[in-house]
């Protein structure tokens, strides 16, 4: 079985504690980036999403 490196640091063997992390450190700095807006899933652009109806029209179907 090969260990993993982590995702930030690459540097270490991930630590199956923080897993695929090698550390809470290198968790929180991804945590961060997200939080930062740093990642993105890509998508329509908002303007281009499909009008969704609300929870209460969806109910009074």
Partial sequence: MSKSTCPICESRSADPKFRPFCSKRCADVDLSRWLKGGYA?????????????????????
Avoid: V
């Avoid at 899933?41 to 179907?61: C, F, L, M, N, V």
């Fill in 41 to 61: 899933i890509p998508g329509r652009p908002s303007d281009q999403a499909e009008e969704t109806p609300s929870y209460k029209e969806e109910r009074d179907e």
